[in-house]
């Protein structure tokens, strides 16, 4: 059986790879997004982000500094 590649695409949505980004895979109706909590403020007005979806938050605590995840 042989492997085929996939196409991702990546826009930028602030025009800066350390701040919001949505990633399109090539036959897949479905998106995934990387944004950063410091950003969430931002995206109250976004249509895509008002579905029903997966959601990954994650970041560093302010109150001990180390790194946290969940799933929502």
Known sequence: MTTRGKS??????????????KCNLAN???A???I???ELDKC????DL???GVYFLSG?????GKGFSCTM
């Open 50 to 52: 008002k579905q029903s």
């Open 28 to 30: 897949w109706t479905g």
């Open 44 to 47: 109250k007005e976004c249509d």
């Open 8 to 21: 991702i695409n990546l826009f930028l949505m602030d025009g800066d790879v350390a701040r919001r980004m």
């Open 36 to 38: 950063p909590r410091t």
């Open 32 to 34: 995934a997004y990387k």
């Open 60 to 64: 560093t605590s302010d109150e001990t």
